[in-house]
């Protein structure tokens, strides 16, 4: 995989899954537009990436902010010309309550930032891979949003409606020449380790343990890719064969 000519924009970059997916597109030569509300971690993630040897633009910016959005997205656009993969990683998912237990205010906090920040980001990077006639967007969702998770009702239904987003935008703009796709991680944790290949053993997964952020990041790569040029509409589980609780 070579990302030499493509700037790519990933939210949520500080930690994790983001974090991960940032440092492996900058190993493949990418440019970077990074983004998160956590400026003081993702200027660590600016400096490591940096030392890959790209280019690194950051961001303090929450993407429940439309207008923060619009502005951040035209100024990356502005300095480097295109925006050619789109990266919808930033989502709230620590939580455990009980439906009848959770405050309508917290469905409301989870989908302002799992599903209209995400369509706020897609909705202003679109127009410059339409203009260009190419264009990858990734969206992180969860097996949540496939079997729904016990006691995560509101994440759940976020990552369902990311799911759906992804398919009904890959028909809009198949022709265009934009793939859309969603990734749904299993259990892929604790996110704030440094190290990119942690795993843990998990009862979760058939294979026996949890998925590393690397193992994520190689997957987004992939669909950001040239080999992936035949894959749009999809929700691609990354699990390790859930155990369907
Ligand atoms: N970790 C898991 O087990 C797991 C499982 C399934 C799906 N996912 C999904 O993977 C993605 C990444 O999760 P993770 O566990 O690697 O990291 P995380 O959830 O710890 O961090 C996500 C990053 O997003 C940032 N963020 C949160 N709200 C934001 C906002 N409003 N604006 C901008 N940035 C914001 C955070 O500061 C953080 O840096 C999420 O979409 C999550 O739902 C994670």
């Not at 930690?15 to 493949?28: D, K, Q």
């Not at 040897?53 to 961001?59: C, E, R, S």
């Not at 993407?63 to 930033?90: P, T, Y």
């Not at 409301?108 to 679109?126: E, K």
Request: charged share 20%; net charge neutral.
């Amino acid at each position: 995989m070579n990302f030499q000519e493509k700037v790519v924009l990933v939210t949520g970059a500080a930690v994790g899954i983001g974090r991960a997916t940032a440092l492996r597109f900058a190993e493949l030569g990418a440019r970077l537009v990074l983004l998160d509300v956590a400026f003081e971690k993702l200027q660590r993630v600016r400096d490591e990436a940096g030392a890959l040897g790209t280019k690194v633009l950051i961001f303090d910016c929450d993407i429940s902010d439309e207008a923060r959005v619009g502005e951040v997205v035209a100024e990356a656009v502005r300095h480097f010309g295109k925006i050619d993969v789109l990266v919808n990683n930033a989502a709230l998912w620590r939580c455990r309550s009980a439906f009848v237990d959770t405050p309508t205010a917290e469905w409301r906090r989870f989908f302002d930032i799992n599903v209209m920040g995400t369509v706020y980001v897609t909705q202003a990077v679109l127009p410059t891979m339409i203009a260009q006639g190419w264009g990858r967007v990734i969206n992180v969702a969860s097996v949540a949003g496939v079997y729904g998770n016990r006691n995560m009702a509101h994440y759940s239904a976020t990552k369902g409606a990311v799911i759906s987003f992804t398919k009904s935008l890959a028909k809009e703009v198949a022709e265009q020449g934009i793939t859309v796709n969603a990734v749904s991680p299993g259990s892929v944790s604790p996110a704030e380790r440094e190290d990119v290949n942690y795993t843990q053993p998990s009862e979760l997964s058939y294979l026996g343990r949890t998925g590393s952020d690397k193992e994520n990041a190689e997957l987004i790569c992939f669909l950001a890719s040239d080999g992936a040029s035949y894959i749009t509409g999809q929700n691609i589980q990354i699990d390790g064969c859930r155990r369907k609780l």
